[in-house]
């Protein structure tokens, strides 16, 4: 295919996820709009005020950036495993695997399409994060790409996940299992400061902390980890990612018999 | 000429280790319309699966218009279209989107895709039902939606496996008819199908697999050529209470109206007329008692069944 081809190919894909997840905006958009001002009324407005100050921030103010960044990370996850999964359940996947689009394209455009969830997402709760406190943005840089770099991660996990998974079933069993436990651990409610040491040194090995911190760094300034390896940790295990999903692509894993 | 399809010693083995292609050697030259047949298990599928690459192939070697699918298969799949043999799309997407689409998954400007999708839409009969998610087509409506979407980049080959099963007569020759066209401008068409009788009206050249192999070759009109005898259906003006007598046929009663009759290769259906005028029998029709394709299938595929019978047969006899 020419490079004008696979634009073409490429935004066919981007276009149809997006048509895909506004089509069915009551299961995509609205939930986690719902679930995340619960929190802001409940951790934010019910319980905040008694729990006082956290790192010289409001308590809403100081859970605002983690539960934005759980928003993206969960949207952009679930986006693409369930519609690549969906696609190979109906089969339609073999729609794209008998044309020409080359691999890194049918990648590229599911994972793009779940990162534009995740940050639609992202929006809607930044919105509504207004209506609870002030939002202000001490580096703009590191907010949008800390954000970007973290959808396109958890896009490329959930596509991983699509691939392997035979049934519905094991499109969930990772998000459940996995994601939710690591991202709740992952400092979106506490500061990692508050463990013990032998906790913070666990805590360490979770990378939603260092995406959350690095998002918190992004919005209030205050960070519990070092930026500058949040961010290669994160293209590093995006590098490794597209790798690792263009080579079952190649391979035609679970899809080409 | 360059071959539309150009098939060498293909061999395919499943993971599984079922074999399911074992040399399959097969051209098919631009223009023609052609059948691949086989029973059930026999590797069209596999086979069509490699072409399209839906399947890996274990060896050999698979060209479309001269371009080796292992050495550029993105050039050689704008080439093909190809209309599976189940539903394979989007069962919520409406009708218009899935053939839009497919244009853009083949590079097509989008309004070059969305003229195409229109085209052929309309072409099929289905341009009223554009806005409808595809679930709400009736079956024969799928079908013909699916080769709407594989005719979007307009291929050189068109592959269909099994494109009119489930699909009522009358929509089924009018599938035949659009076929038929598509053919005559220039489209090289391959047909799996197990309706014989699509496969003798509709193709110029057959190949008939089974278990892995390619056992016969050659235009459709050769091969019923070998035909050694076809049976015939006679119904009769006057009521019979016996067989008709036929000198040198072979027949039997059906109901008093109608009788069956067996016409070798060197017989002649004149000397058979005359003889049952000679008898007071009129004939008032007269038609083939099964397919003839499908007649010959059964007598080619029949001998390679019954040696793996006797085989199995074989085999447990050794066990016990």
């Given at each position: 295919?020419?490079?004008?081809?696979?634009?073409?190919?490429?935004?066919?894909?981007?276009?149809?996820?997006?048509?895909?997840?506004?089509?069915?905006?009551?299961?995509?958009?609205?939930?986690?709009?719902?679930?995340?001002?619960?929190?802001?009324?409940?951790?934010?407005?019910?319980?905040?005020?008694?729990?006082?100050?956290?790192?010289?921030?409001?308590?809403?103010?100081?859970?605002?950036?983690g539960?934005?960044?759980?928003?993206?990370?969960?949207?952009?996850?679930?986006?693409?495993?369930?519609?690549?999964?969906?696609?190979?359940?109906?089969?339609?996947?073999?729609?794209?695997?008998?044309?020409?689009?080359?691999?890194?394209?049918?990648?590229?455009?599911?994972?793009?399409?779940?990162?534009?969830?995740?940050?639609?997402?992202?929006?809607?709760?930044?919105?509504?994060?207004?209506?609870?406190?002030?939002?202000?943005?001490?580096?703009?840089?590191?907010?949008?790409?800390?954000?970007?770099?973290?959808?396109?991660?958890?896009?490329?996990?959930?596509?991983?996940?699509?691939?392997?998974?035979?049934?519905?079933?094991?499109?969930?069993?990772?998000?459940?299992?996995?994601?939710?436990p690591l991202t709740y651990l992952g400092g979106v409610f506490y500061s990692i400061n508050m463990l013990p040491e032998f906790w913070q040194d666990v805590s360490k090995a979770n990378p939603i902390l260092y995406m959350v911190n690095?998002?918190?760094?992004?919005?209030?300034?205050?960070?519990d980890i070092?930026?500058?390896?949040?961010?290669?940790?994160?293209?590093?295990?995006?590098?490794?990612?597209?790798?690792?999903?263009?080579?079952?692509?190649?391979?035609?894993?679970?899809?080409?018999? | 000429?360059?071959?539309?399809?150009?098939?060498?010693?293909?061999?395919?083995?499943?993971?599984?280790?079922?074999?399911?292609?074992?040399?399959?050697?097969?051209?098919?030259?631009?223009?023609?319309?052609?059948?691949?047949?086989?029973?059930?298990?026999?590797?069209?599928?596999?086979?069509?699966?490699?072409?399209?690459?839906?399947?890996?192939?274990?060896?050999?070697?698979?060209?479309?218009?001269?371009?080796?699918?292992?050495?550029?298969?993105?050039?050689?799949?704008?080439?093909?279209?190809?209309?599976?043999?189940?539903?394979?799309?989007?069962?919520?997407?409406?009708?218009?989107?899935?053939?839009?689409?497919?244009?853009?998954?083949?590079?097509?400007?989008?309004?070059?895709?969305?003229?195409?999708?229109?085209?052929?839409?309309?072409?099929?009969?289905?341009?009223?039902?554009?806005?409808?998610?595809?679930?709400?087509?009736?079956?024969?409506?799928?079908?013909?939606?699916?080769?709407?979407?594989?005719?979007?980049?307009?291929?050189?080959?068109?592959?269909?496996?099994?494109?009119?099963?489930?699909?009522?007569?009358?929509?089924?020759?009018?599938?035949?008819?659009?076929?038929?066209?598509?053919?005559?401008?220039?489209?090289?068409?391959?047909?799996?199908?197990?309706?014989?009788?699509?496969?003798?009206?509709?193709?110029?050249?057959?190949?008939?697999?089974?278990?892995?192999?390619?056992?016969?070759?050659?235009?459709?009109?050769?091969?019923?050529?070998?035909?050694?005898?076809?049976?015939?259906?006679?119904?009769?003006?006057?009521?019979?209470?016996?067989?008709?007598?036929?000198?040198?046929?072979?027949?039997?009663?059906?109901?008093?109206?109608?009788?069956?009759?067996?016409?070798?290769?060197?017989?002649?259906?004149?000397?058979?007329?005359?003889?049952?005028?000679?008898?007071?029998?009129?004939?008032?029709?007269?038609?083939?008692?099964?397919?003839?394709?499908?007649?010959?299938?059964?007598?080619?595929?029949?001998?390679?069944?019954?040696?793996?019978?006797?085989?199995?047969?074989?085999?447990?006899?050794?066990?016990?």
């Amino acid at each position: 295919m020419t490079p004008h081809e696979q634009w073409v190919a490429f935004s066919t894909i981007l276009v149809k996820e997006i048509r895909r997840f506004t089509r069915i905006w009551l299961q995509t958009l609205l939930p986690p709009a719902i679930t995340i001002v619960l929190y802001f009324v409940i951790f934010g407005t019910l319980i905040g005020p008694r729990i006082g100050k956290m790192a010289g921030f409001s308590y809403i103010e100081f859970v605002v950036p983690g539960l934005i960044m759980m928003s993206v990370i969960t949207n952009s996850y679930s986006n693409v495993v369930s519609s690549f999964y969906g696609t190979k359940f109906q089969r339609s996947v073999e729609e794209l695997l008998v044309s020409p689009v080359p691999n890194y394209i049918i990648l590229l455009g599911y994972v793009i399409g779940g990162v534009c969830r995740g940050l639609m997402v992202g929006l809607i709760v930044t919105l509504l994060s207004l209506f609870f406190t002030d939002l202000q943005v001490s580096h703009v840089p590191v907010t949008v790409a800390i954000v970007f770099l973290t959808a396109v991660l958890f896009a490329l996990a959930g596509f991983i996940n699509a691939v392997f998974a035979n049934s519905f079933d094991d499109i969930s069993i990772i998000p459940t299992f996995v994601l939710t436990p690591l991202t709740y651990l992952g400092g979106v409610f506490y500061s990692i400061n508050m463990l013990p040491e032998f906790w913070q040194d666990v805590s360490k090995a979770n990378p939603i902390l260092y995406m959350v911190n690095t998002f918190r760094y992004g919005l209030l300034g205050i960070t519990d980890i070092n930026v500058a390896w949040a961010f290669s940790m994160v293209i590093g295990f995006c590098v490794v990612l597209f790798i690792f999903s263009l080579y079952l692509l190649d391979r035609g894993k679970k899809l080409r018999s | 000429m360059t071959p539309a399809l150009s098939i060498r010693n293909l061999h395919k083995v499943y993971d599984s280790g079922f074999v399911a292609l074992k040399g399959v050697d097969l051209e098919v030259q631009p223009g023609d319309f052609f059948a691949l047949l086989g029973p059930n298990g026999a590797g069209k599928s596999t086979t069509i699966g490699v072409i399209c690459s839906l399947v890996k192939k274990t060896s050999g070697d698979v060209s479309i218009f001269g371009t080796d699918i292992a050495k550029d298969f993105s050039l050689a799949k704008k080439n093909i279209g190809v209309v599976p043999q189940e539903f394979n799309f989007n069962q919520f997407e409406k009708v218009f989107d899935i053939v839009r689409t497919q244009g853009g998954y083949f590079g097509l400007p989008p309004q070059l895709a969305e003229q195409r999708a229109e085209k052929y839409l309309k072409k099929l009969g289905l341009w009223e039902k554009r806005n409808q998610p595809s679930r709400t087509l009736s079956g024969g409506m799928k079908r013909r939606l699916m080769i709407a979407r594989a005719l979007v980049h307009e291929p050189k080959l068109l592959i269909l496996d099994e494109p009119t099963a489930g699909v009522d007569i009358e929509i089924r020759r009018s599938m035949w008819q659009f076929l038929k066209e598509i053919n005559a401008s220039g489209t090289t068409i391959i047909l799996t199908t197990h309706y014989l009788e699509e496969a003798e009206s509709l193709c110029r050249n057959v190949a008939i697999i089974d278990r892995g192999l390619i056992i016969q070759n050659t235009s459709t009109k050769a091969l019923l050529r070998q035909l050694s005898k076809e049976v015939f259906i006679l119904d009769t003006q006057e009521a019979l209470t016996e067989l008709p007598h036929m000198e040198g046929y072979q027949g039997q009663l059906i109901d008093n109206h109608s009788f069956e009759v067996e016409v070798k290769k060197h017989q002649s259906i004149n000397a058979l007329f005359a003889s049952l005028s000679d008898h007071g029998v009129h004939v008032t029709s007269m038609r083939n008692k099964t397919n003839r394709l499908e007649e010959l299938f059964v007598s080619l595929v029949e001998p390679h069944n019954t040696d793996t019978n006797t085989q199995a047969e074989s085999r447990e006899e050794g066990k016990s």
